[in-house]
């Protein structure tokens, strides 16, 4: 008996050795995983930081693109009512152009009808230039292919250029 005694005794000395080097295995494998985890930690502090920045940066960019559209918006916008208002600026040049171009055929047509022959044309001309410069706009004006021009109106004008350019020439 008191050898078996011993024998547990031994088996509990051994099997305390053995639970206190598996307890120091332990301890160091827990440290060694402690590192691990500190130095993972640290790794995902840097990494967080560096999302931070990327996200104050992303968000400036953001708010830069906003301001950029912002004003594309209202340059848009201005070159839309520019526009609108060119369109109706021509309408009305040409409502006005047609009113004006009515108005002198029809003075021209009363002039024809109350004076002699044709001399309201060329009235207040008095060199050789701007007399052929009256009778071109004249003929553009009045030319038969244009909406109110008349062949006879046409001939009424040639002569009395020809009357004036005459005088003029002093033949």
């Known amino acids: 008996m008191a050898e078996e005694f011993e024998m547990t005794q031994q088996l509990s000395e051994d099997e305390i050795e053995y639970k206190k080097r ?4 332990q301890i160091i494998k827990i440290n060694e995983k402690d590192k691990e985890l500190e130095d993972e930690r640290k790794l995902i502090e840097i ?16 708010k830069q693109l906003e301001n950029q559209k912002n004003l594309f918006d209202q ?3 201005i070159m839309e009512n520019g526009f609108h208002q060119l369109a109706l600026d021509k309408e009305r040049f040409e409502r006005e152009k047609l009113v004006y171009r009515d108005t002198v055929y029809r003075e021209a047509r009363r002039g024809m009808n109350y004076s002699e022959n044709v001399k309201l044309f060329f009235k207040g ?3 050789t230039t701007s007399l052929k410069k009256r009778y071109k706009e004249l003929l553009k004006i009045f030319h038969p292919d244009n909406t109110h021009g008349d062949s006879q109106l046409i001939q009424a004008i040639m002569s009395e250029y020809e009357t004036q350019r005459r005088f003029f020439l002093g033949t």
Do not use: T
């Open 47 to 62: 990494q967080k930081g560096m999302l931070e920045r990327q996200k104050r940066r992303n968000l400036l960019l953001s």
């Open 22 to 25: 598996w307890v120091f295995e």
């Open 125 to 127: 001309v008095d060199d």
């Open 75 to 77: 340059q848009w916008q």
